[in-house]
Structures are given as C-alpha cells and as structure tokens.
C-alpha cells in the first residue's frame, strides 16, 4: 500500500514536470508572436512617420473628405467617383498647420494695417479656387498681402502637363494619360503653405462650354466646406471672415474702416453677413453678391455649425431648402441658409448717401451705370429710388472691385491705389483695358486722398 502511494506521488511530480514544460512552450510561442508583430508594427509605424514627414516637407494642406488619395483621371470627361465621398462626412484635414500669412511681418501698405484701434478687427480672407500659380502669386503680391490671415481653398486634382488655366477657361491636352494629378503627386514644395487641398464629391473639371473644356461651377460645395474647415480650425484667428473671389480685388484695410469707425460693430458679440445686396429674386431672402461677401466671428461660428449638420447628397432640383445638392447658387444657398439656420438677413454695405462699397462689375463700368437710361435690371431692382449713379455711384473707401480676370489688371490696381503718387500719371494696361476716362481718374484720386494712402507710403 505504501509503495502504491509512493508510486502515485512520483507519478503526479511527472505529470506536473511536463505540465510545467508545456506552459513554458506555450509561453515562449506566445513570446515569439508578440515580438513579431511589435517588429510589424515598428515597421508600420516608420513607414508611416516619413510619409507623414512627406507629406509635412510638402507645405500644402488636404482637407480630406472620404479617400484622400483619389487618382486623377485621365481625360476632362472623366469624373471622380463619388461612392468614394460619404455624402454627410465632414472629415478633419489631414495636416494641420498655422494658416497665417507672413505678409503679417510687413508693415501696411505691404501688409495688414495694425493701427491700435482695429486690434478687433483682424481681417480672414478666404479665396474659392483652382490652383493656378500665377493667379496665386498676383493676390499675395498685391490685396492678399494687406489680409491678417489669407487661405486659397482647392480642390485637390491639379492640372499640369500642357494645360493651364485662363480665368474660368481650361487649355489642356485632353488625349494625355495624365492630365490631371492629385496634388500629393507633386514634388515637395510644389504647393505654399496658405493652400489647403479638398476633396470633392462634384470636380471641378469636365465641362464644356461651345465645345471647349472650361472650369465647372461646383462653387457651392467648395463653398460650405471650405467654411466649416475655417469654422473648425480657424476660428480664433480672426474677427472678419471674408469670401473673396479669385477675381476680385480685394481692400482688407477699408472693411476695417467700414465695420469699425463708419458701423462700430461688435463681431463676437453680433450676426452680420453684408456687400453688396442683390433683391432681384421675388419671394427669395435677400442674399449677397459672391464676388466678396463678409461676416462677423459670431456668424462664421454659427454657420459652421449650419453647414455641417445641413442635409447633404440630394440629387434633384432646388427644393428651397438648406442643403448641398448639385448646381445649387452660391448667393441663394448661402441666404437661405443663414435665414433658416439663423435668422440673419442680408445687409448693403452702403454708406449714409448710399453709395456701394462692393462693386460688382469694374468700376469704371459703375462709374456710367445710369439707371435712368438702363432701366430696373438686375443690378437695380430693388434699390432704394434714391440711390445714386453715374459719378456718385460709388463709396469713397471700396471694399471690393469685381471681374479682374487678367493678373496684370490686379496688379495695375494695386499700383493705381496703393503706389505712389507719381505712378498716377502712368498709362498702365489698366488704363488701356478701361479706357480710363477722366471721372475715372477723378474718382481714383478720391479713394487716395480718403484712404491717405500717401502718407502711409512716407512712412514706410
């Protein structure tokens, strides 16, 4: 019996010795597996990091909405594929930096004005566009340099090879394999560090106009994702957001003398949404020309939020709603939904003689714009009976010319209001495109002296 029990115990020491053996396999195999995959995950992780590094060494941005890597087709008929975009997603971009111009270290006129009493008044410009590097290189060498904050929202298919833009017209090489690159297939540097890229449901190529490739109008999508980017991540930057048109020269300065000694307005604290009023749709709320259209920080928040909880990926007509749908107006989206979301109307950036500071065509056109003669079109339906025309049309201090689509037109502005004085006896290509007139003239020299612009350029 004894010899039994002994027997049993030396068996049990056995079985608990080879029990001991298998766990410790088991635990060295499971060993092995975790090495392997934090050596996997190493790798990944390098990988990762100097894509990113990449991507970092690359100064643009991407605002990324579904896939942010979308090849680019290969023809203008060819469009994005849009089950790759979640119609409802607003996604966060992929690298965020500062978005502050370096114009902010020039002194005004060949920076932002810094005078003590528009410290509140910090000026955010943001440029629908396409990218196109002269066009570019103009604004932020003559209006965008004057902005606080400047930002060039793009899409992300870039055109290169032998095609270029001219305005709103495409020429490209349409039987090239590669018209079109997405923008991270371009070398490092490519891109300044003010451009941030998006993906986009509707691109803005493939359409044609009498049988030429041109720029599609998606502008509306740009539009409302552009500003819940800004409303997202740009918010505190700056006090006034303005939407400025690629072609539109733009006065930074003048919308700080308008909002702050012509309005005193509180832009924190206050909804405004003001340029110039179009109320020529019956039954529409009164909306705001594209070409510039501004509002307070207390309005761009509210907005953001708008827009980003606003129905997206109707695919039918206009149904007077708030939402994202195809060829939708910019202008009346935009009114609606500040009037459905909000309550805040539309108002005329005008001053006491109800002279317009926003001018949507070029001002020597507004300069002869007798509604008299004309009639109640567009541009007059609806103004008040007594605004002025002719000479008197226009406020003293504008906050925006429209339709320069030429860079040497920009740049001749720049030099007709922000350049010496000498420089006005200069026949410039602006005159000659204008066929300048002596009331244009006039009024030009009116603008200088109500801005002073001489004396700040003998400061400088």
Request: positive net charge; glycine residues 6%; hydrophobic residues 35%.
């Amino acid at each position: 019996m004894a010899r039994r029990s002994i027997s049993s115990v030396g068996l049990g020491r056995a079985n608990q010795r080879k029990r001991n053996v298998a766990l410790a396999r088991a635990f060295f195999v499971v060993l092995v597996v975790v090495a392997v995959g934090l050596s996997g995950l190493a790798l990944h992780l390098t990988r990762q990091i100097k894509r990113e590094g990449d991507q970092g060494r690359n100064t643009a941005r991407i605002l990324s909405f579904g896939d942010p890597v979308q090849k680019a087709p290969p023809k203008l008929s060819v469009a994005i594929d849009q089950a790759q975009i979640k119609p409802n997603e607003v996604a966060s971009p992929a690298i965020v930096s500062p978005a502050k111009s370096s114009a902010a270290a020039r002194k005004y006129p060949n920076g932002p004005k810094q005078d003590e009493k528009y410290k509140h008044d910090r000026v955010y410009c943001m440029v629908p566009f396409v990218w196109n590097a002269e066009y570019h290189k103009t604004i932020m060498e003559t209006w965008g340099k004057r902005c606080d904050v400047i930002n060039f929202f793009t899409d992300s298919q870039v055109l290169h090879g032998n095609g270029r833009l001219d305005g709103d017209k495409i020429t490209v090489n349409t039987d090239s394999p590669d018209a079109y690159k997405h923008y991270s297939e371009f070398p490092a540097g490519t891109f300044p560090d003010n451009v941030i890229f998006m993906n986009m449901t509707r691109p803005w190529f493939g359409c044609e106009e009498k049988g030429k490739p041109k720029v599609c109008r998606h502008i509306w999508e740009k539009m409302w994702r552009s500003w819940v980017y800004v409303g997202d991540h740009h918010l505190d930057q700056a006090d006034w957001f303005c939407k400025v048109d690629y072609d539109t020269f733009f006065f930074p300065d003048n919308l700080q003398y308008y909002v702050r000694d012509y309005k005193n307005w509180d832009s924190a604290n206050e909804h405004h949404y003001f340029g110039a009023l179009l109320a020529h749709k019956p039954g529409r709320p009164s909306m705001i020309a594209g070409a510039n259209a501004c509002w307070s920080r207390k309005t761009m928040e509210g907005i953001a939020k708008v827009y980003r909880e606003m129905p997206k990926g109707h695919t039918g007509p206009e149904r007077h709603k708030c939402e994202d749908r195809p060829k939708a107006s910019e202008e009346i989206s935009t009114s609606l939904c500040l009037k459905v979301g909000l309550n805040v109307e539309a108002e005329p950036a005008r001053d006491d003689a109800l002279r317009e500071y926003v001018m949507v065509d070029p001002y020597h056109n507004h300069l002869n714009w007798n509604r008299t003669e004309q009639g109640e079109w567009w541009f007059w339906a609806n103004k008040p009976k007594d605004a002025p025309m002719l000479e008197e049309c226009c406020a003293v201090r504008p906050m925006a010319f429209h339709k320069y689509k030429q860079k040497e037109l920009i740049m001749g502005i720049d030099e007709r209001f922000y350049g010496p004085a000498s420089l006005m006896e200069k026949r410039s290509h602006l005159d000659k495109w204008a066929r300048a007139s002596d009331k244009t003239r006039a009024y030009e020299l009116k603008v200088r002296a109500a801005m002073n612009i001489d004396q700040y350029i003998n400061q400088t």
